[in-house]
């Protein structure tokens, strides 16, 4: 069964500080998808990123990185040098590919990620 | 960018009562979805919709749940007599395979 695991309800962060979102997540398929969202104070969810199992490279977009390891079946997301503008809750999802590539998105309980300034 | 639009943003229903929530998916995308977000809670799948038909649904999504799209363009989740638990944030989500992307979310509260 698939299965998304965020063991941080929330962390609290003084701006500046780097932090690290963990995510473990559950699948029995070889193929699947990850993902991150965002959901700020307003309540859309914004997409971060998406990494397909077969493409371990760690990524980097601005203060964001991704930390994809299969061995573990972890993908963690640090922001370097938060903002009070990072304050938000993020989600890390899973989707198996499945055979149209449309999968539900499984997702996780969520971190709220409170950045003071 | 296109985007994927929702109405309305927030609908208030008295228990009972029917209600259905709109969106409009973005125009080359194949795959539609129906999430639900109780307040404070995690995102929760209820269906998905591909080639004008069901691919696959949630617990969640009963008999009281139905999905259409009625005109190939609006895509609709009908609730047929709502509960004070279905409550929640509904989001749409619309995409060519993955990354999906979602709509800002209809605020649903049943009185």
């Known amino acids: 069964a698939q299965k998304v695991t965020q063991a941080q309800t929330e962390i609290s962060v003084v701006e500046k500080e780097d932090v690290t979102l963990d995510c473990v997540y559950e699948?029995?398929?070889?193929?699947?998808?990850l993902f991150w969202y965002k959901q700020p104070p307003s309540g859309e969810l914004v997409f971060l990123i998406r990494r397909n199992s077969f493409d371990e490279q760690n990524e980097i977009s601005g203060r964001y990185s991704w930390n994809f390891q299969k061995s573990t079946s972890s993908f963690n997301f640090t922001i370097t040098a938060s903002q009070v503008v990072d304050s938000a809750v993020y989600f890390c999802?899973?989707?198996?590919?499945?055979?149209?590539?449309?999968?539900?998105?499984?997702f996780g309980q969520g971190t709220e990620l409170s950045v003071k300034p | 960018e296109p985007e994927v639009t929702q109405t309305p943003s927030h609908q208030v229903t008295q228990m009972g009562q029917e209600v259905i929530l709109r969106c409009v998916p973005i125009?080359?995308?194949?795959?539609f979805y129906w999430y639900r977000q109780i307040l404070g809670q995690k995102v929760e799948f209820l269906v998905s919709?591909?080639?004008?038909?069901?691919?696959?649904k949630s617990e969640i999504f009963d008999d009281q749940f139905s999905v259409e799209r009625p005109d190939g363009s609006n895509f609709t989740l009908k609730i047929r007599s709502t509960k004070l638990e279905d409550s929640a944030m509904y989001f749409c989500?619309?995409?060519?395979?993955?990354?999906?992307?979602f709509g800002d979310g209809t605020r649903l509260s049943i009185l």
């Open positions: 989500a619309s995409g060519r395979g993955q990354p999906q992307h």
């Open positions: 919709f591909y080639n004008n038909e069901i691919s696959e």
């Open positions: 999802a899973l989707s198996e590919a499945g055979h149209n590539q449309g999968g539900k998105l499984i």
């Open positions: 125009s080359n995308h194949l795959y």
């Open positions: 699948t029995r398929d070889t193929t699947y998808y």
